[in-house]
């Protein structure tokens, strides 16, 4: 429950139910609960809409990027074959195996362009002060989303996938890898950017 | 959705989660055939075969990723649902709710992985990687524990707790 505006000086945790006595917070200090740790306030240094819509603009561009540039080629005498995030959902379904390619494609491609998608939209709404149509319920899927985002943990898939074809072949990087680690620090970046309850409370503000 | 089903169906998925961590770990997830030796692997097998190359760290990796974290979570959400409605430790399970929530995602490693080498894998005879039903228990796995944790939500640690 992070508000511009004053709190009345007890409320009750929102986790926990324990009274919480409100106090003048610092930038960058946090009000916690004392009983069960909840943040239930958070005074920024500065409106955090304007980095979010930043690094979720820069997000959209490196996922183009990713998709569209292979990631590495494997090279068996002399036979190569390269592959862009897409190729292994496809080479999955053909071999009947969709639940795990539809896994697969919900979590490196759907998810992280839904995530930096809907983080564009709503930080826009916030930077601009004015209120987006569906505004909320992107920003409710915004917070339903973001779990399923895996863009780093496809990463360091793609660096043990690397290291076990090396001892079966010739493998090298193509240049698919640049962007998706820029992506992974993008989408790392935005999750610890990203304070839900601020947000939250930046859009019942606006008209 | 009433917290009695999300407790009901969180325990299910636990349970399920628990049953179906058996057959992930002892079917073969792949099938890697190169240069005409055929290697079915388990994922255990292909941390061994990590391990055996000279490479622990990545060993370690994989297997901290894609066999402790998704047993730890299991027993981790076991423990929380057994305690579920005890005014024991509620701030110690709130924290160790959170803790399973964030680190469950790193087991996507090993699908993921599947995913790449399915990719590269197609070159015929020289090298070809085949998915295999283990896969589909894995990424079961995954998801029932993913559901569980998701469903069960820190404040109902607190609903009897509180004064």
Known sequence: M?????????????????????RALKPGEELRCGRCGETLRRLHHR???????????????????????????????GNKQSNLIITGVLGLITQGFW?????????????PALHLGSLWYVAGACCTGRRFPMVQRV??????????????????????????????????WDNGIIW??????????LAQRVDRQWIGNRLKELV | MTDATRLELSRALVVAGLILYVPANIMPVMIMTVAGEVAPLTVMGGVQELYDSGLAPVAAVVFVASIMIPFLKLIGLSWLMLMHGSDQLPRERTTLLRVLHQIGTWSMIDIFLLGV?????????????????????????????????????PRMIWQLASP
């Not at chain 1, 955090?48 to 819509?53: C, D, G």
């Not at chain 1, 989303?145 to 290291?163: D, G, K, N, T, Y």
């Not at chain 1, 998706?180 to 970046?189: E, F, W, Y």
């Open chain 1, 180 to 189: 998706v680690s820029l992506l992974s620090v993008c989408s790392m970046a």
């Open chain 1, 2 to 22: 992070i508000v511009t505006k004053a709190l009345p000086p007890q409320f009750p945790c929102s986790l926990c139910g324990a009274n919480i006595h409100d």
């Open chain 1, 47 to 77: 409106d955090p809409s304007h980095v979010i819509w930043a690094l979720a603009t820069t997000g959209l561009i490196l996922w183009v990027l990713a998709n569209v540039y292979p990631i590495l080629t494997f090279d068996v005498a």
């Open chain 1, 99 to 111: 639940p795990v390619a539809l896994l697969v494609f919900f979590c490196s491609i759907a998810a």
């Open chain 1, 139 to 172: 920003a409710h899927l915004a917070n339903e989303i973001a779990p399923w985002s895996l863009v780093p943990v496809f990463l360091i898939a793609c660096f043990v996938a690397v290291v076990k074809l090396d001892m079966l072949g010739t493998v090298y």
């Open chain 2, 117 to 153: 080498l399915v990719a590269v894998g197609q070159l015929g005879i020289l090298a070809s990687v085949e998915a295999q039903a283990g896969g589909l228990f894995f990424a079961a796995v995954l998801l029932c524990s993913l559901f569980a944790a998701d469903l069960y939500q």
